[in-house]
């Protein structure tokens, strides 16, 4: 439930509602505005009447908060959750564009794509580093060499990294080199994971898996967020459907349905989700014009020749076309595209 304190509420009353919250058996989550306290009682409330709570000092108004995801939940937090995101902000009137290899396979092949979409526009670069793979006999990634690889790109470029993390044994190496860690679809309930990663303030990419809800989705991110990681975007990446003419079904429906129900930014992957190249770009720009916060997309300086993932990936010539696209589409929706300002400047802590 919502206790709203009220706007000349005193510290002491604060701070006695949040000891009543604790004495029943909640967890409690602080969110201290401008005009007003909002103290969150996360639980099971369902036989704990809100009368308790009403009849306390300072307590301006209860409310239940009626769906299972209760941080994620826009009925708890109403307004879009806005963050920034080394040189740009995630959410808001920005449109952020992630782009880069599926897998980092050399420091040539990721210096050079980092430079390509960063003059195309981009405002994050992607690049795999642990990959899961369908096969154990498929290529499953540098590991920290490729990480070392990327950070050497975003020292170059300005341009923050988003790679994914497949295990708790990864975390600390990968918060000590990584901007955004990405949750894939296989480890969207993983949830020893989530909640590990809850524990870090390292901005999160959670992805759809292949077969999951809505609620679902939001439930993963509710363990992230109950853990204290308030900056985490969804990301809807194309589910599993009995079509077969393209990899997965992208769930247009899912960005408005997201944005309706939650606070979080809504990101699309558009080339796992059709999972070819000449499909991304209109799912792209169908994505923005749904209201989509951004796009994760993978591209590569020679995709015939990709370790993983080449025949959804694009040449750096169809990215920037496509982004340009997406900016006037953007324009229309009165937003823009982000861009990374300036010089570097390490924002991140390590987790411990």
């Known amino acids: 439930m919502m206790i709203i304190m009220k706007a000349n509420a005193t510290p002491q009353e604060v701070e006695h509602v949040i000891e009543h919250v604790k004495s029943v058996g909640l967890a409690v989550h602080l969110s201290q505005g401008i005009e007003a306290t909002i103290i969150g009682a996360i639980g099971e409330t369902h036989n704990i009447p809100v009368e308790q709570f009403e009849i306390l000092d300072g307590v301006d108004i209860v409310k239940r908060i009626t769906q299972p995801f209760k941080l994620a939940s826009r009925q708890f937090h109403p307004e879009d959750s806005v963050f920034p995101l080394d040189g740009f902000t ?10 880069g290899p599926c897998s980092v396979e050399s420091r040539s092949q990721i210096l050079e794509t980092a430079h390509a979409v960063k003059e195309a526009g981009a405002s994050a670069l992607r690049g795999g580093v642990f990959k899961p793979r369908t ?10 060499e490729g990480l070392e690889y990327l950070a050497e790109a975003r020292d170059q470029t300005g341009l923050p990294i988003v790679a994914e ?17 990405q949750v894939g679809a296989r480890n969207m309930q993983n949830f020893n994971l989530l909640r590990a990663i809850g524990e870090t303030r390292t901005t999160v990419l959670l992805k759809r898996g292949l077969s999951a809800t809505i609620e679902e989705l939001l439930m993963s991110a509710e363990y992230i967020l109950s853990g204290g990681n308030k900056q985490v975007m969804l990301c809807e990446r194309g589910i ?10 992208t769930d247009i429906n899912s960005i408005p349905v997201l944005k309706n129900l939650t606070h979080l930014p809504v990101i699309l992957d558009p080339s796992h989700s059709t999972g070819y190249s000449d499909y991304v770009a209109a799912i792209a720009r169908a994505a923005i014009a749904a209201g989509a916060d951004g796009l994760i997309v993978e591209v590569h300086p020679d995709p015939a020749h990709a370790v993983s993932d080449g025949k959804q990936s694009l040449r750096p010539e169809k990215f920037a076309a496509m982004v340009k696209q997406v900016g006037q589409i953007a324009q229309i929706m009165g937003r823009r595209l982000a861009s990374v300002q300036g010089e570097y400047s ?3 802590q390590d987790w411990s």
């Open 165 to 181: 993390i497949m295990s708790q044994t990864q975390l600390e190496l990968m918060v000590k080199y990584v901007d955004v860690l």
């Open 240 to 249: 599993r459907t009995f079509e077969t003419s393209t990899r997965n079904t």
């Open 90 to 99: 995630v959410g808001g009137e920005e449109i952020s564009i992630i782009a």
């Open 346 to 348: 390490p924002t991140r």
């Open 135 to 144: 096969s154990p006999y498929a290529f499953q990634g540098l590991g920290e």
